[in-house]
């Protein structure tokens, strides 16, 4: 997860560094249970980050060919009930 402080805090070309061999950059990684409900996934990262749900928009980034990697869409909120 990229949270906006890591982003604002990030010198590089991309988000965030996301190679753990070479970490420059706070990143969070948070491991769930691919059966476990978006919302629930939701609601634990927003109680770990201290962050109301309403107030959090979750991405799906992409890796590019290029090696970089850019958000894509907004996860909908209408998949409350969505796993894997």
């Known amino acids: 997860m990229i949270s906006d402080e890591s982003f604002k805090n990030h010198q590089g070309f991309d988000l965030a560094n996301f190679d753990e061999r ?4 706070e990143v969070t990684h948070l491991k ?4 476990e409900p978006y919302q629930a996934f939701k609601q634990k990262l927003a109680e770990q980050r201290d962050i109301p749900p309403e107030r959090m928009r979750l991405w799906v980034l992409v ?3 290029n090696k970089t990697v850019r958000p894509d869409t ?3 909120e209408t998949y409350n009930n969505l796993r894997e």
């Open 63 to 65: 890796n590019r060919q």
């Open 74 to 76: 907004p996860v909908p």
């Open 32 to 35: 769930v249970l691919k059966t």
């Open 22 to 25: 070479h970490p420059s950059t």
